[in-house]
């Protein structure tokens, strides 16, 4: 069955620092998600990709959606402490509106 | 405009034990969706439904039922709780994807948190 994998599984960032954290499926998706999780909270939405080679920003977050509509990745700038959390990724397994989850990264803000 | 809610929030069972988390939303969403998160596991689907009166297995099913019987409602149920089932549930509806890929964007109950002693 499809699978979609994320690296990296924790992120270490000093504040102001960027980083990117990186997803990708074994299988072609019609769109990605990113969902962001704060600590002791429930996921939450943040974005949708759904073109080949698509970018999305939010402020210091930027979205993409790889050519080949297999992999994305989320980079953001100049981190915060308000950035921690566990970002995950998504993308429908079916036309029923089944998502499978990455596993997600959880990044911890040093700062 | 409540969302997605979910009782109980915590709760603490013994082996054998028998519970029913209930999820409610007000949104009027066609589609919802249990979940249980577990460390370094992301999120696994245990059931789901496409509408009221409907139910499927996702992921995980085993040792869980459901049912939904109100458009708004989805409950999940464990028969004989097993320490297995220690986890962090979660809740989810969204509306019919359709030809609006949009559609299929899912929004989260706060969770339930439980322990199977």
């Known amino acids: 069955g499809q699978q979609v994998m994320q690296i990296p599984q924790y992120q270490h960032v000093q504040e102001g620092e960027d980083f990117t954290t990186y997803c990708n499926s074994s299988?072609?998706?019609?769109?990605i998600q990113w969902y962001k999780q704060r600590p002791g909270g429930h996921p939450v939405f943040l974005i949708q990709?759904?073109?080949?080679?698509e970018v999305k920003k939010q402020k210091r977050l930027t979205f993409q959606f790889g050519e080949a509509k297999k992999n994305s990745s989320l980079h953001i700038t100049a981190t915060q402490t308000t950035d921690v959390g566990t970002y995950f990724c998504?993308?429908?397994?079916?036309?029923?509106?089944?998502?499978?989850f990455g596993a997600g990264t959880q990044v911890v803000v040093t700062p | 405009n409540a969302g997605v809610t979910q009782t109980p929030k915590f709760r603490v069972l013994k082996t054998g034990q028998s519970m029913t988390l209930l999820c409610a939303q007000d949104?009027?969403?066609?589609?919802m969706y249990w979940y249980r998160q577990d460390p370094g596991m992301g999120l696994r689907l245990i059931h789901y439904s496409v509408g009221e009166g409907t139910t499927a297995k996702g992921e995980v099913p085993d040792g869980y039922n459901v049912s939904r019987l109100k458009k708004q409602n989805f409950l999940l149920g464990l028969e004989s709780a097993a320490p297995s089932q220690t986890s962090v549930y979660f809740c989810?509806?969204?509306?019919?994807?359709?030809?609006?890929?949009?559609?299929?964007?899912?929004?989260f109950g706060a969770g339930t948190r439980l322990s199977v002693l």
């Open positions: 989810a509806s969204s509306t019919t994807p359709g030809t609006e890929i949009a559609k299929n964007i899912q929004y």
């Open positions: 949104m009027n969403h066609e589609y």
């Open positions: 998504a993308g429908p397994t079916d036309s029923w509106g089944k998502l499978q």
């Open positions: 299988t072609t998706l019609s769109n």
């Open positions: 990709l759904v073109k080949s080679g």
